[in-house]
């Protein structure tokens, strides 16, 4: 049974980094693609930034060059490293595995003085 469990959210101020991450079992996680997702109250969900099973990254517009997303094979994680964070950022965020197509519980990031 496939598994995404994230950790890491929680309240930051503004230009305050975090770092998220979404640990996965039940999946050959070194040959899957993962990606990290945010829905914010009253929107739909969107991805944020994803990574390939070899490390190529690709991120949304909006964090382009303030987060980070990374994966660790060994310990079947992935990571979201987010910097310079914004209140718009505000939002529960979701790992997903695009070869289970299962997504985590989510984390709630909130962003705010």
């Known amino acids: 049974q496939v598994q995404l469990v994230e950790s890491g959210g929680g309240l930051v101020q503004p230009g305050g980094s975090l770092r998220l991450s979404c640990v996965v079992s039940?999946?050959?996680?070194?040959?899957?693609?993962m990606g990290w997702y945010r829905q914010a109250p009253g929107k739909q969900r969107e991805l944020v930034a994803h990574?390939?099973?070899?490390?190529?990254?690709n991120y949304a517009d909006s964090v382009k060059g303030r987060f980070t997303i990374s994966r660790d094979n060994a310990k079947k994680t992935v990571y979201l490293q987010m910097t310079s964070v914004k209140p718009e950022d505000t939002a529960v965020y979701y790992c997903h595995s695009l070869l289970s197509n299962k997504w985590g519980q989510g984390t709630q990031v909130t962003v705010s003085s």
């Open positions: 039940g999946t050959m996680f070194g040959i899957d693609a």
């Open positions: 990574i390939t099973s070899g490390g190529r990254t």
